[in-house]
């Protein structure tokens, strides 16, 4: 969700084939536990000099907990489960931008730094967030011809992932809708 929530490449509907961890040993169960530490530290540290990058990280945590599958549910994972996390990373971003911008105008009026040098600053920082969201736009703009009708979304989640009886019956039921008989013939002889 972290990975989703911060460069959403590879969007599907079904996470169906998504490794599961079966072991405390496996090396992403302890990266993940990692993760977890590090943003329980990062929520700790900055609680009383950024409090808004604090409630925000808190957010995502805490809005991701019910449907971290801890306790397993029916879907592994979901991008629409994203949705209510992303409004804190939102505010994480919106209090660091406003403390960075707090520190330049701090710096310059203790003399520190030029008004040049804080402009530089502010343009480096701009363009590096007008970047994330352009490619993030771009991201969202290439994915949406998938979500057109339930045939487009199923043919492309069938074609991108793993096969599997669920993906292969929601495209073959797709396209029998769509009067793609011959198609849709062999992949539920398939099922059967």
Known sequence: YVGLAVAPAGLTVSYDDLAISRSLSDWRVIASLLGIVALLGMIWYTRRRHPVVSFGLLWFCLTLLPVSNAVPTMQWMAERFLYLPLVGLATCAAGGLA????????????????????????????????????????????????????????????????????????????????????AAVPLFRHLL
């Not at 011809?145 to 073959?172: G, I």
């Open 99 to 182: 403390a960075f911008h707090a520190r330049l105008v701090t710096a310059t009026d203790a003399g520190r730094l030029t008004q040049a040098d804080a402009r530089r600053r502010v343009g480096a920082v701009s363009v590096l967030v007008v970047a994330w969201f352009a490619s993030l736009t771009a991201a969202t703009c290439i994915r949406l011809p998938v979500w057109r009708n339930d045939m487009t979304l199923h043919e492309r989640t069938f074609l991108d992932s793993r096969p599997s009886p669920k993906l292969m019956r929601n495209y073959a039921v797709a396209l029998a809708n769509r009067g793609g008989y011959e």
